[in-house]
């Protein structure tokens, strides 16, 4: 039954008061779920605060307990982008990543014939990748390992470029290592001029002072913020005299993370763990995971 219409101005005067409350309320509404707008995009998986990490699996897999080990410390991570290093079976390390971690996650690789591969290791029902990309750059006369690319996309926000290293390893190979960033910069300095993210990350096999020297001048000249440049350790070297922490595996961004920090023992027993190194050393690798959280303006 619709109701009558006030016949009295008192009546006409009640009528108009309601009316008045009613927009008011509809008005604080409005208000309200504007405000609540941003926050909503984040969780429907807009603007938002990323991990990205890198890990170099000791000659992945040596055995089925570096294979267990090893997928263990990734999902600790709660990294939705992996870059690796030192992968020697790839179909293996993709099934094991989706046994371990999730029918959503899938892996992609360099296109060398190298042994040893890199790769990223990613989450699909977070991201898409969009293109990928085998780079020269750091083969030096056709040795060495590439440098990979991988295009990531999402939802909403900018795409991001994860470019993916292994540098030359050794400690009398500075220089070789200080030339492979240099035949790296133009191709960084192209993405980081593009629209899209951009983070540089893997084993720079940075052993001393001149390698460091290497990586803030290659940082300059492209504009990354080093962010792992403060991290004391993401290896382990197991020497006569015991067991040294050692900084090889870095992150380049383009903005500042909000925080950088090397995983597994490194974190939890430190930089100087003894005359002998971590049991992880022996059973998983010599490196430590790395990670590094990009701040939501990045995306």
């Known amino acids: 039954m619709l109701a009558s ?3 009295t101005l008192i009546g006409l005067a009640l009528r108009a008061a309601a009316l ?3 927009r008011l309320a509809l008005v604080s509404l409005v208000v309200v779920l504007a405000a ?5 995009m984040i969780w429907r998986g807009g603007a938002s605060d990323v991990r990205v990490a890198t890990f170099n699996i000791e000659n992945f897999p040596r055995d089925a307990r570096q294979v267990e080990a090893a997928f263990t410390a990734i999902a600790a991570l709660d990294a939705p982008i992996v870059a690796v290093q030192e992968i020697t ?4 390390f993709a099934d094991a990543a989706r046994v371990h971690l999730g029918a959503d996650w899938r892996f992609v690789h360099d296109a060398s014939e190298n042994l040893q591969r890199v790769g990223v290791l990613y989450d699909a029902s977070r991201f898409t990748v969009t293109a990928t990309h085998t780079h020269p750059a750091t083969q030096l006369e056709g040795r060495g390992k590439p440098t990979l690319e991988v295009r990531l996309s999402r939802v909403r926000g900018a795409a991001l470029r994860v470019f ?3 540098l030359k390893a050794g400690g009398e190979h500075a220089g070789v290592r200080r030339e492979q960033l240099r035949r790296l910069a133009p191709l960084i300095e192209d993405a980081v001029a593009s629209p899209d993210d951009v983070v540089l990350l893997g084993d720079f096999n940075s052993t001393g002072d001149e390698d460091r020297v290497s990586l803030a001048r290659f940082a300059r000249a492209t504009r990354l913020e080093w962010a792992s440049e403060a991290l004391a350790c993401t290896s382990y070297w197991d020497r006569r005299d015991g067991c040294r922490g050692v900084a090889l595996d870095h992150v380049l961004t383009r903005r500042a993370p909000r925080d950088t920090a090397a995983r ?9 763990p003894g005359r002998e190194c971590p049991v992880f050393h022996r059973e998983v690798s010599d490196h430590c995971p790395v990670t590094a959280d990009l701040r939501a303006p990045e995306w």
Do not use: F, K, T, Y
């Open 89 to 92: 079976d790839l179909a293996l």
């Open 36 to 40: 609540l707008a941003p926050a909503a």
């Open 164 to 166: 993916v290293v292994h």
């Open 5 to 7: 219409r006030p016949r």
């Open 20 to 22: 008045h409350r009613v």
């Open 264 to 272: 597994g023992p490194c974190e939890s027993i430190g930089c100087a």
